[in-house]
């Protein structure tokens, strides 16, 4: 650095000379500096008596500014200043400003809050948060579903039924979808094949007139499916078996089959092995009252499956 | 503090500041840059307070509402959906400055600028206090006493009353200015509020008492760019060399170069080095150097140089505004201004055109905002008859001035194909938006035939304002 000579450039030095020419500039510092130092001096000793600073072996200085904050279950707290608490006063902050609507949407029934413009878009942004938090693993985010995993929100058909009641009931108590495996002991390879060549023609598919025939007289007979499905096959809300008629698939994949040995082959192996997985955990515990609420408004007026 | 006077020859890291103390001095710059502050102090100061019927917001003509996210300026009423209008203002505005500098030089920081304004009122109350400028400098040197303390106390005080009332009058935009003032002295504000004034006051006044013309010459971004927007026509205050210098330079009167002719005989020019435009300078520059960058274009070293030429009998305009051309050519002519080149034509020609189209802009708006998004997970949806859906998010966002009922319609497809809950009818208060969900369902024969359908979005007092617009209805997964 130092490779001007002192006599050219007359810069005070420290006055150190080391190998005959080598010292060390001194040059003042500039006042903005120098008082933005003392500055952020001042400032370090105001913080540390106010926030927590120093780690004095297990625990710390807490200074004494302090925050109060109400959590969720309502008890409130005092503690020193911490971000933690700050989050937790955000949190309460947060809740105080959307607990009118929340209020206002458990006060309402149903049908009125479709009505109503304002609690319906309350509805549908503060809802696509919940559902993102707690539904959206398995229902993904737009409630499209998974190809045998979970059942499309959006569409028309409901396992369980798709009224507000229906819904609210399944997202409270959860539901668990059981169909017995039909393979080995009660019907042979043929027979399943009929079965799936009869159910496929029931959704519009042209199927194997000689197999759907016999697969009929299965369904309606030996295979006792009607018990679950019903003599007209569209199932039954009540213990959730599947409406077979409509053209909506969840544990086998139709639609994503390409060939229609491939669609046979997916119903079959639903049959044969039967279901014991439609397991939808309960929320109640969860999530409260009104959470559970505001989340089935949004799954039939919003995901417009109820519509 | 001793650091910073260390070493004559060393390299500083900062100059320490050299106190200005500008003479006051009477003239038509003066006068002019008197009637614009005067001008400007009446629009800020008064302009919150003036009152405009309205019927759902407070009756203030020009209110930023923060909190409703729209501005009213007038009976203008602009929304964040208005960014556009605000983007060729900023334009305007940026050109027309240009404009003017190529044309007049650093109009702007002379007479129009905030900092320029208000350091001139700062000035002003010095003035009022602690006398002319000898009487100035002589407080500033005397010892602290009795006398000192209670001027600069005074004067200190004062500007921090100025700094404030600025600061204060400038949160009165934000709200119903006699409310605001009320809540504001009974300590019922937001803390932001009073934030904002204290910054503000802080701010104004280290900016116009403290720091002054180095906020020209550090800060200021604009000083750093404006250069190369002067030409050699534009226009600037200039000291004419030739005139005041002569052949000899310039010299105060002494007996035998009093007059004009024995002064031109001997050589000297015209400048009698009595050192008033320099003391009249608030940059603190003395002219006679040249052009210079630290130069606002005040036009007050013209006031004084041209006050002194009348008191002594020789023609006016040894400094004036003139032209670099000009005053450098053999005989210089009349200064005027030069519009005729491409520059200052081109600056003119895209403010015209600006002006233009922001008059478009605000004569042409929709009372309605309208955005439509398809819902795009999942993209469609399959119904159990084989049926196809395409859900839609309508944004409807009301800008007139009150409550407005629109009825939602689809164009083209079979009525019974959309639903839209409870809300094909819906109404949405002034300045607010409304989120509306559409459910479209076609059957897979009239899927392949549609691509797009159009929303209809009617405001019922008014049919004829209604907007379409087109949207994709989507059958299958693309790509
Ligand atoms: S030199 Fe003249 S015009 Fe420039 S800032 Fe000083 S007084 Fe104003
Ligand atoms: S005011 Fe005019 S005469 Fe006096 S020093 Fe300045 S240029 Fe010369």
Redesign the pocket.
């Known amino acids: 650095m130092s490779q001007g000579n002192s006599q050219s450039s007359n810069v005070k030095t420290t006055g150190h000379v080391w190998d005959g020419d080598l010292q060390e500039l001194n040059n003042p510092l500039p006042a903005w500096w120098l008082w933005a130092f003392y500055v952020t001096i001042i400032f370090s000793v105001v913080y540390w008596v106010a926030y927590p600073a120093w780690p004095l072996g297990k625990g710390f200085t807490t200074g004494i500014a302090t925050i109060t904050y109400k959590n969720d279950k309502g008890v409130e707290k005092t503690t020193h200043w911490s971000t933690r608490a700050l989050l937790m006063k955000d949190l309460q902050d947060a809740r105080e400003k959307q607990k009118p609507y929340f209020d206002k949407v458990a006060a309402t029934p149903y049908e009125e809050i479709a009505k109503n413009p304002e609690l319906s878009n309350f509805v549908a942004s503060a809802g696509k948060v919940l559902f993102s938090d707690n539904c959206a693993a398995c229902h993904q985010s737009g409630g499209q579903g998974k190809m045998a995993f979970a059942p499309n929100l959006t569409d028309d058909d409901w396992i369980y039924g798709g009224t507000h009641d229906k819904i609210q009931a399944s997202i409270t108590n959860g539901r668990h979808g059981i169909m017995p495996a039909k393979g080995g002991a009660d019907l042979n390879e043929s027979e399943i094949e009929s079965l799936a060549n009869y159910v496929l023609s029931l959704s519009g598919e042209t199927m194997d007139a000689a197999k759907v025939k016999a697969g009929d007289e299965l369904f309606h007979g030996k295979g006792s499916c009607v018990a679950c499905h019903g003599a007209d096959a569209k199932g039954n809300k009540d213990i959730g078996s599947a409406n077979l008629t409509d053209k909506i698939w969840l544990w086998a994949d139709v639609p994503g089959a390409g060939s229609a040995d491939k669609k046979v082959a997916a119903v079959k192996e639903v049959i044969s092995s039967g279901l014991n997985k439609g397991v939808m955990p309960a929320q109640n515990g969860r999530l409260s009252a009104d959470q559970i609420k505001l989340l089935t408004v949004y799954v039939h007026d919003v995901l417009g499956g109820g519509r | 503090m001793k650091n910073l006077q260390a070493g004559e020859n060393s390299e500083e890291l900062f100059q320490k500041r050299i106190p200005i103390y500008p003479r006051s001095v009477k003239g038509t710059f003066r006068t002019f840059k008197t009637s614009v502050l005067v001008l400007a102090y009446a629009v800020y100061f008064l302009l919150p307070w003036l009152p405009w019927a309205r019927h759902d917001a407070p009756a203030q003509a020009v209110l930023f509402d923060m909190v409703g996210r729209r501005f009213f300026i007038f009976d203008l009423v602009f929304y964040p959906q208005d960014l556009i209008s605000l983007s060729l203002l900023m334009f305007i505005a940026a050109a027309l400055l240009f404009f003017t500098t190529g044309l007049v030089g650093r109009a702007f920081c002379g007479y129009f600028c905030f900092q320029t304004l208000w350091t001139d009122a700062f000035i002003f109350i010095e003035k009022w206090v602690q006398g002319e400028r000898p009487a100035r400098i002589r407080l500033h040197k005397q010892p602290w006493n009795a006398e000192k303390v209670a001027k600069y106390g005074a004067t200190h005080g004062l500007w921090l009353l100025l700094a404030f009332i600025t600061a204060y009058s400038f949160i009165m935009y934000f709200g119903y200015a006699p409310e605001l003032t009320q809540r504001f002295f009974t300590v019922d504000l937001p803390f932001v509020a009073y934030f904002t004034v204290l910054i503000l006051t802080v701010t104004t006044y280290v900016a116009a008492a403290l720091a002054r013309e180095q906020v020209c010459i550090y800060m200021c971004p604009y000083a750093r760019f404006q250069g190369v927007m002067y030409e050699p026509e534009t226009l600037a205050p200039y000291?004419d060399l030739q005139r005041?210098e002569g052949t000899a330079g310039?010299a105060v009167p002494r007996a035998g170069s009093k007059t004009r002719e024995e002064r031109h005989a001997k050589g000297i020019g015209?400048?009698?080095?009595?050192?008033?435009?320099?003391q009249v300078c608030p940059a603190g520059i003395d002219?006679?150097k040249g052009l210079q960058y630290q130069c606002i274009s005040c036009g007050l070293?013209v006031d004084?140089?041209n006050n002194?030429?009348d008191s002594v009998g020789y023609p006016k305009g040894?400094?004036r505004y003139d032209s670099e051309i000009n005053i450098e050519s053999k005989n210089p002519g009349k200064p005027h201004l030069d519009w005729l080149r491409l520059r200052t034509l081109g600056y003119g020609v895209a403010i015209l055109v600006m002006v233009g189209l922001l008059v478009y802009n605000i004569t042409s708006r929709s009372e309605i905002e309208l955005s439509i998004q398809p819902v795009r997970q999942p993209l469609f949806v399959v119904l159990s008859n084989g049926d196809i859906r395409n859900r839609y998010q309508i944004h409807i966002t009301n800008k007139s001035q009150d409550v407005q009922e629109y009825r939602i319609s689809v164009h083209g497809i079979p009525e019974g194909a959309v639903d839209l809950g409870e809300m094909s009818k819906v109404s949405v208060r002034q300045g607010k938006s409304l989120m509306v969900l559409a459910n479209v369902k076609l059957p897979p024969a009239m899927v392949s035939k549609v691509s797009e359908i159009e929303f209809v979005i009617t405001p019922l007092k008014n049919p004829d304002q209604a907007v379409i617009k087109k949207v994709r209805f989507y059958a299958k997964h693309e790509g």
């Open positions: 000291y005041g310039r015209d400048c009698i080095d009595c050192g008033f435009c320099v002219i006679r070293c004084a140089c002194i030429m040894l400094i």
